[in-house]
């Protein structure tokens, strides 16, 4: 059994949202994630927005042993399709050239972009969707290997064309691109309502015997049979390498984390400038009350600075205390189900204290999650 879990890394990574916009509408993406008719940020506002996310960032490092590697990572909606994305990267490429610049896309883009993503931005993460077209995918793969050098790939396996992403996979491999087979909704493996809606997929019992020969074959600690994901655990979604009670691996069989103290606002930020919200991460979401709920407003970015300034020059930080039974991204982060003392020490400055946050309920009904929050904004258009 995991007891606690070790951040190798040293990044801490800003995901941030530019908005729902997107070139492709997939079943499986619900609205509070993608749409067609979005508007999008102003490049003004993008510009004094990642100023502050690098005051904030830098503001972590001062209390660290060793500053962090900082890493933007954008995401959507599709990035590519904002009219000012490239300009903005050009922006933070030249104001702030120590902070890499992922991007996470679709893919879905002509020689004219490709070329821009290659010299803008330093790597990231194309996803493969199997409800494009043919033409549409077959550009992706194309892309995908001529990024390779500093793209991987998630295939989402999506239940009726799921075979068609093995031979996704194949191909990928053949051309020493780097890939991770995605489980589509694995972050709600059991919501009926979810499933009903095809946001979460249930696969069969062929299906998940794949999955887990696959794992298996990697080093993988997976045991389970059957056609249930229960068992068969979680890779990190961004190819981490961290550590399980003192051994290296990319895979947990279980990211139940309740009660735990966890780290994760020292390893991640989460931005979404459509819904002018800041979190701590993008799924989970807990905040440094330890409640699912955001840090605040991009538009008051500046509270945001001061209450963590406030926070770490008094030299007692909070100590988040996990209130949820699945972890999905941010499972890669250092956390201890017992006494963190030691790791926490590791990690940050000498004279640095924690105070661990009472644990908090999590349910739809207490939690500000960002598809509440986009909810509650479009029953008001």
């Known amino acids: 059994m995991v007891n606690e879990i070790e951040d190798q890394s040293n990044r801490y990574q800003i995901i941030w949202d530019l908005g729902r916009r997107c070139s492709y509408a997939c079943t499986y993406c619900p609205p509070h994630r993608n749409n067609k008719t979005s508007s999008f940020v102003d490049y003004d506002k993008l ?10 960032a830098l503001l972590y490092d001062q209390f660290r042993k060793k500053p962090a590697l900082k890493k933007l990572s954008f995401t959507g909606g599709e990035p590519t399709v904002h009219p000012d994305f490239f300009k903005f990267l050009k922006y933070v490429k030249k104001e702030y050239p120590d902070f890499s610049r992922g991007l996470t896309t679709n893919g879905w883009f002509g020689n004219h972009v490709l070329d821009k993503v290659l010299s803008l931005t330093t790597g990231g993460t194309l996803s493969y969707h199997c409800e494009a077209t043919k033409k549409q995918k077959e550009q ?37 691109v780097d890939y991770v087979p995605r489980i589509i909704g694995d972050d709600h493996p059991d919501d009926k309502k979810s499933i009903e809606l095809g946001y979460t ?29 229960k068992g068969l655990g979680r890779p990190c979604c961004g190819g981490r390498c961290f550590k399980a ?60 600075i001061d209450d963590l300034a406030d926070s770490l020059y008094q030299k007692t930080v909070p100590m988040i205390t996990c209130p949820k039974t699945f972890c999905g991204c941010g499972m890669c982060i250092t956390k201890s189900k017992t006494n963190i003392d ?33 909810m509650d904004l479009d029953s008001k258009k």
């Not at 919200?277 to 699912?292: F, R």
Request: glycine fraction near 4%.
């Open 245 to 304: 009670n003192g051994v290296d691996t990319y895979f947990l069989p279980d990211t139940n984390f309740l009660g735990w103290s966890c780290m994760v606002n020292w390893y991640f930020l989460f931005l979404n400038s459509e819904a002018d919200i800041v979190y701590t991460h993008q799924t989970c979401g807990v905040n440094l009350n330890g409640k699912v709920a955001p840090l605040g407003k991009i538009s008051q970015f500046d509270k945001i």
């Open 140 to 176: 992706v793969i194309s892309n995908a290997i001529y990024l390779r050098q500093k793209y991987k790939v998630n295939v989402m396996f999506h239940k009726d064309y799921f075979w068609e992403c093995v031979d996704v996979c194949e191909t990928l491999e053949k051309n020493s």
């Open 47 to 56: 510009c004094k927005t990642v100023d502050n996310v690098v005051e904030y």
């Open 342 to 374: 030691e790791m926490f020490n590791k990690h940050t400055i000498e004279e640095l204290n924690y105070e661990k946050v009472s644990q908090k309920t999590s349910n739809w009904f207490t939690d500000m999650t960002t598809k509440r929050i986009f």
């Open 201 to 229: 997929h249930k696969y069969n019992k062929d299906q998940m015997k794949w999955f887990r020969n696959y794992w298996k074959q990697r080093g993988q600690n997976v045991s389970e049979k059957g056609n249930t994901q």
